[in-house]
């Protein structure tokens, strides 16, 4: 098993899908898609779910998003699975890979993510494992 650490940028593009049923507008819902660069790179498809006043700073999120493409020279898939809050605007959020998720020359991956935002961008640190991998 080997461990290592991954930084880059993604790109990520939201489509709302409306409130959730029997909800009002303070809970929403809506899909995304991410394009990762650096270490970590492909494509990742995501639900996500949303309760709250992001405006005051008093929200939450959970998401799942599956990534498809190449990590320390493996290719395969894995899920992550993201837990937020913000509350006065103080940030809280957890992201790991999903346990068994992992696919292909990235099967038995496991880690956990930092994501970090600004007007420069999006940046994110992997911290993963990975099992020996023989074809």
């Not at 489509?15 to 492909?42: I, N, Q, S």
């Not at 996500?48 to 493996?74: H, I, K, Q, S, W």
């Amino acid at each position: 098993m080997t461990s290592s650490s991954a930084t880059g940028t993604f790109a990520i593009a939201y489509t709302p899908a409306g409130v959730w049923a029997g909800m009002d507008e303070t809970c929403a819902r809506m899909t995304f898609r991410k394009t990762y660069a650096g270490a970590l790179a492909g494509t990742s498809d995501g639900t996500m779910l949303t309760a709250g006043d992001p405006a005051t700073g008093n929200a939450g999120y959970v998401a799942m998003e599956r990534f498809t493409g190449t990590l320390a020279g493996r290719s395969g898939s894995f899920v992550l699975q993201h837990a937020g809050t913000m509350r006065d605007r103080h940030d809280a959020l957890h992201v790991l890979v999903t346990p068994g998720s992992g696919t292909e020359e990235l099967a038995g991956i496991a880690g956990t993510m930092a994501i970090a935002a600004d007007s420069g961008g999006s940046r994110y640190t992997f911290d993963f494992t990975l099992t020996a991998y023989s074809a």
